[in-house]
């Protein structure tokens, strides 16, 4: 994978996994939520999956947020690991 697009999945792994924490839930529970697999969601956070369209609205709707809020400083997280 090329090192552009490795950022952006870890910088949204990274921005799912503190929005979750900052709910107090737990992997599981967030699949439970935006009704995906746990292992989906271990997955988006530690950046080694590509959600689709309709995952990323599905996450966001189980962080209870809009897909435009969790993504809103998804490039400044991004070039923050320069």
């Given at each position: 994978m090329d090192e552009p697009k490795q950022k952006i999945l870890s910088a949204l792994g990274y921005l799912v996994?503190?929005?979750?924490?900052?709910?107090?839930?737990s992997?599981?529970?967030?699949g439970l939520r935006a009704n995906l697999d746990?292992?989906?969601?271990?997955?988006v956070e530690r950046g080694v999956r590509n959600p689709s369209l309709t995952a990323l609205v599905s996450l966001a709707s189980g962080l209870g947020m809009s897909v435009s809020v969790l993504?809103?400083?998804?490039?400044r997280e991004a070039n923050r690991t320069q």
């Open positions: 996994r503190q929005r979750r924490i900052e709910l107090g839930i992997q599981e529970e967030l746990r292992t989906y969601i271990s997955g993504l809103e400083h998804l490039e």
